[in-house]
């Protein structure tokens, strides 16, 4: 038989099984991007399904624009709750997003039977705990790898590649837009705003751009990451969440002399006394990987006890990047979709019973290593002063640079690092420092990690 013949031959097994039906939710970037894979991959995506997967029905509310795309090959709806009580249904993608609509649409395709596939980081973070025991009572499937890092299959490999380690930590660039914002920030010396603007005009940005900027957006990600890394519940709430709209030229340029990259990284770590949940600016040593992803890139460092440290890089924003998270979810699902409930890989990772009630620790007991800068008045006594104040909170230095003072200047910026120390302590040793008179206005305080 020649090849070409014998590639495009059904098994038994394929062409024993009718497509399976898919109702997308908004066809917006993203759910355009899924129409487009799932019609251009037809084929390939068929032969790794074992059956077709077709887009049967789409909701959105705008009625024409989704018609121009799908140009009379699927049936266009205005009301998604149409969509997700269908018998014609077996697979809902949510791609609406927020929290509200969302969590209705996705509890009611779940009440009906459907499995749902979704991008929507929020839903989960807020509210997955209630959608996954609803989703189990159902024996239906949710799949959520576009929620995480766009393209980047960080779920699979956190919930399955890696399932013989006991987890460590996890530090993830996981918004493109702040990414994106640092990086022009620091190639080009472009102001903040000029930045973001660009990074909405390319389609990166959240609808609210405040959740990519001040942190909300990684947190959302984070707190799914580390539910699947260390078998809790999403514990949003918990999450310590700290953004990069305060950042300054200075820093970043002080920072790279002292060999150093600020990133918003999310950090999701397993200590003694708990988890650690928290997204922050973060000086990464320059000669790391990660500290080397730039624009709109995300890139995600695992660290496991048995594999060491891993590192997934891709593209974590866009229409196709995203789509092909969906439509691998697709796969998976339709895939399972004959297995017995109890047989699928659970959700979260973890056996559902199995799930720990380990505590997320309050931002005063992290330990981390910091950056610190201050203004001074550049006499006797002042840097003997600072030194006395840290010591006195058991924090030890690890470097200081004293800035030249600018021409006609008297005042100077001192900048420490420090070594590991619990962030309470540094609170109140800043607290101290702030009241000196020889120090003017403010400490900049900047997490420091050197992933290792
Ligand atoms: N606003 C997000 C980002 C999109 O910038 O990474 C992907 O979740």
Redesign the pocket.
């Known amino acids: 038989m020649k090849a070409a013949a014998k590639s495009s031959m059904k098994s038994g097994h394929e062409s024993s099984y009718k497509p399976i039906r898919v109702g997308l939710l908004g066809i917006g970037t993203v759910g355009s991007g899924v129409w487009e894979v799932l019609r251009r991959n037809a084929d390939e995506i068929q032969r790794r399904a074992g059956r077709a997967i077709d887009i049967t029905v789409v909701a959105d509310k705008a009625i024409e624009h989704a018609r121009s795309i799908v140009k009379g090959k699927a049936k266009v709806v205005g009301d998604a709750f149409e969509v997700v009580r269908s018998p014609e249904v077996d697979i809902v993608i949510e791609l609406i997003g927020g929290y509200t609509v969302a969590r209705d649409l996705a509890l009611e395709a779940v009440k009906n039977g459907k499995h749902v596939v979704t991008a929507n ?1 929020a839903l989960l973070a807020t509210h997955g705990n209630q959608i996954f025991m609803a989703a189990q009572k159902q024996g239906v499937m949710i799949a959520f790898e576009a929620a995480v890092a ?1 393209g980047i299959p960080i779920i699979k490999a956190l919930r399955e590649g890696l399932a013989a380690n006991r987890i460590e930590w996890i530090a993830g660039i ?5 990414n994106f914002i640092l990086s022009e920030m620091r190639d080009k010396g472009l102001p903040f705003e000029t930045a973001l603007k660009d990074a909405q005009s390319r389609g ?3 609808a609210d751009p405040t ?2 900027i001040e942190g909300v ?1 990684a947190a959302h ?1 984070l707190t799914i990451m580390s539910a699947i890394a260390f078998g809790i519940p999403m514990q949003f709430s918990k999450a310590y969440t700290e953004g990069i709209s305060k950042l300054t030229q200075e820093d970043i340029r002080y920072a790279e002399e002292l060999g150093y990259r600020i990133k918003l990284l999310g950090i999701t770590k397993r200590v003694k006394a708990g988890i650690e949940l928290r997204v922050h600016p973060t000086l990464v040593p320059t000669r790391r990987l990660i500290a080397n992803v730039e624009g ?1 890139m ?1 890139g995600i460092l695992v660290k496991g006890d048995a594999v060491g440290p891993t590192l997934y890089y891709g593209a ?2 866009g229409s196709m990047p ?1 789509a092909s998270a969906v439509v691998a979810d697709l796969v998976d699902v339709t895939r399972l979709i004959t297995a017995d409930p109890e047989h699928r890989v659970p959700h979260l990772a973890f056996q559902p019973d199995r799930m720990s009630d380990i505590p997320v620790l309050p931002m005063g007991e992290v330990e981390t290593s910091y950056y610190l800068r201050m203004r001074v008045v550049d006499k006797p006594g002042v840097l003997a002063d600072l030194t006395r104040i840290l010591a006195d909170a058991s924090i030890s230095i690890e470097a200081m640079v004293q800035k030249e003072p600018a021409e006609g200047e008297s005042k100077v910026d001192i900048v420490l690092l420090t070594h590991i120390a619990i962030e309470k302590n540094v609170d109140s040793a800043i607290r101290k420092i702030e009241k000196l008179r020889t120090v003017v206005g403010k400490v900049t305080r900047i997490r420091l990690e050197a992933l290792l």
């Open positions: 980081k766009g996981i918004n493109g837009t702040s990166y940005a959240e959740f990519d957006d990600k709109v995300n974590g924003a995203t």
